[in-house]
């Protein structure tokens, strides 16, 4: 809008009002009583939804149900609820009429409770089909918390051969891999090698990957 206005000569700010207040009709909106807590546009509803919470705005949550047949543009918004509160969700939810609810096939979901009690409630007809990022969101964490696991031993076992060197008196000299890392290091620089797919994986990603025991196909 400031760049608009700069381009005409006008102010910013008197333009900026003046478009809300007289020219877009946000007054007259018909969502105007309700649009920081709710919006909802049954029109755009389709046989496969996608519902999901997130972070707009300093740190609100909201919980958003789109129409995946609009793959991303126009009519693609069915429904944004501020919260993740279920009965919240769902009580806005019902304010479609039950007869375009019903023709909802299939929900892509996470895995969280409220998000399954949702879908339940407000489309019956639906089978739910559990988000594939969520899935491997999961998978993701666990490697990530067996690497961590693995690499709080690895200190562990180097730090007590350096003890023991020292009491022998002798220098101590790490086990170092064909690629050049210690043991210690493999594990923390493996942290990338499980994060991306192996066909962003780097040469030197891949020879980790290999130390580690995921062979790259």
């Not at 996608?50 to 949550?61: A, H, K, P, R, V």
């Not at 304010?95 to 979901?109: C, F, G, S, W, Y």
């Not at 895995?111 to 019956?124: G, K, L």
Request: aromatic share 8%; proline share 3%; charged share 30%.
């Amino acid at each position: 809008m400031s760049l608009v206005a700069k381009w005409n000569g006008l102010n910013g700010r008197t333009l900026e009002k003046q478009y809300k207040e007289h020219l877009s009709g946000f007054r007259e909106w018909i969502h105007l009583d309700h649009c920081e807590d709710w919006l909802l546009f049954p029109e755009n509803m389709g046989p496969r939804l996608s519902i999901d919470e997130t972070n707009l705005s300093n740190g609100e949550l909201y919980v958003v149900v789109t129409n995946k047949g609009a793959r991303g543009k126009k009519g693609v918004l069915v429904a944004i609820v501020k919260g993740t509160k279920a009965s919240a969700v769902s009580e806005v939810l019902m304010k479609i009429p039950m007869a375009i609810r019903v023709k909802v096939l299939e929900v892509t979901l996470d895995m969280s409770h409220a998000m399954d009690w949702i879908v339940r409630e407000c489309f019956p007809n639906s089978k739910k089909v559990t988000d594939r990022f969520h899935a491997r969101q999961l998978v993701s964490d666990a490697l990530q918390e067996m690497r961590v696991k693995e690499r709080w031993k690895a200190i562990d076992e180097e730090n007590e051969l350096i003890h023991k060197c020292r009491e022998k008196k002798t220098g101590y000299a790490p086990l170092v891999y064909s690629n050049g890392d210690t043991k210690k290091q493999l594990l923390a620089r493996g942290r990338y090698v499980l994060y991306r797919p192996q066909s962003k994986w780097s040469e030197s990603q891949k020879a980790r990957a290999e130390i580690l025991g995921a062979k790259p196909k």
